[in-house]
């Protein structure tokens, strides 16, 4: 019995990186529902050898916004889904562990938003703080629970 009270506390913890991964697709498909069409628009092909970078500048800023979004999705999030599952490994159960979790997806699908629609870089920087301090909380409680 206490075995599956304790899966069902990790199966809670995972929820906030399930979804978080669900949003990253969510991107992945906005980033290619207006790149697409801006590529056709503006006559751009993808050879290989060419330089790749100087023909996505050419489309719209608006348009690359969400590509940019989308990458930042495979980097610092990285850090997020190892801890979330190192806290559920090492039996991680308190609200504070939860609540910097969905904190963190909650923020970084707020700065998908804002980088995706209006790119304001003082709001960007902001949330993107804010989820760094629920990293913060996510890592510092895996220390304590390691060390």
């Not at 992945?28 to 993808?46: C, E, N, S």
């Not at 719209?60 to 999705?73: G, I």
């Not at 700065?111 to 629920?134: C, D, G, M, P, T």
Request: glycine share 2%.
């Amino acid at each position: 019995m206490l075995e599956s009270v304790e899966l069902l506390k990790s199966v809670e913890l995972l929820k906030p990186v399930v979804a978080l991964i669900a949003w990253t697709m969510v991107m992945w498909f906005w980033m290619y529902v207006t790149r697409l069409p801006a590529m056709k628009a503006a006559k751009i092909d993808l050879i290989p050898g060419e330089v790749y970078e100087e023909k996505m500048a050419a489309l719209p800023a608006s348009v690359r916004w969400k590509a940019d979004n989308y990458n930042h999705l495979m980097e610092q999030p990285t850090l997020f889904y190892a801890l979330v599952i190192s806290l559920c490994i090492l039996g991680a159960d308190s609200q504070l562990v939860t609540i910097a979790a969905w904190s963190y997806t909650l923020l970084r699908v707020a700065h998908s938003l804002v980088q995706a629609v209006f790119n304001k870089i003082e709001i960007r920087f902001l949330l993107f703080v804010l989820s760094n301090v629920a990293l913060l909380v996510l890592l510092g409680n895996a220390v304590s629970l390691l060390f």
